[in-house]
């Protein structure tokens, strides 16, 4: 069965900084794209960052590009992304997600609702 576990989530002010870590299960990373999605009350879902492939790529939405850095440990099967510099607008539930098809094919999973696995998800708020 595969499974993602997230965790990291929380409320930090803005300008402050949060880890974010998935740990997968059931499969292995290296042939898997696995990255964050968020949603936020009211608005539509949005693909932050993904990583992913033999030959490793990646994508970052550009609201975080510069901010947030995606990273994964092949031996712990854990995918992280480290978000700086955290702005209110950045407040949503982040949802590890995971798709064998290939960061582009990650990326319309995420547009379209369709990904092979995805977690329970993590709140973070980022408020003063």
């Known amino acids: 069965q595969l499974q993602v576990v997230e965790s990291g989530g929380g409320l930090v002010q803005p300008g402050g900084s949060l880890r974010l870590s998935c740990t997968a299960a059931?499969?292995?990373?290296?042939?898997?794209?696995i990255g964050w999605f968020r949603q936020a009350p009211g608005k539509e879902r949005e693909g932050v960052s993904c990583?992913?492939?033999?030959?490793?790529?990646?994508f970052y939405a550009d609201s975080v590009k510069g901010r947030f850095t995606i990273s994964r440990d092949i031996a712990k099967n854990t995918v992280y992304l480290q978000m700086n510099s955290l702005q209110p607008e950045d407040t949503a539930v982040y949802y590890c997600?995971?798709?064998?098809?290939?960061?582009?094919?990650?990326?319309?999973?995420?547009?379209?609702?369709?990904?092979?696995?995805w977690g329970q998800g993590t709140l973070v708020t980022v408020s003063s």
């Open positions: 990583i992913g492939g033999s030959v490793i790529k990646t």
């Open positions: 059931g499969f292995y990373l290296d042939n898997y794209a």
């Open positions: 997600a995971a798709d064998r098809a290939g960061v582009p094919g990650w990326e319309w999973g995420v547009r379209n609702g369709y990904l092979e696995v």
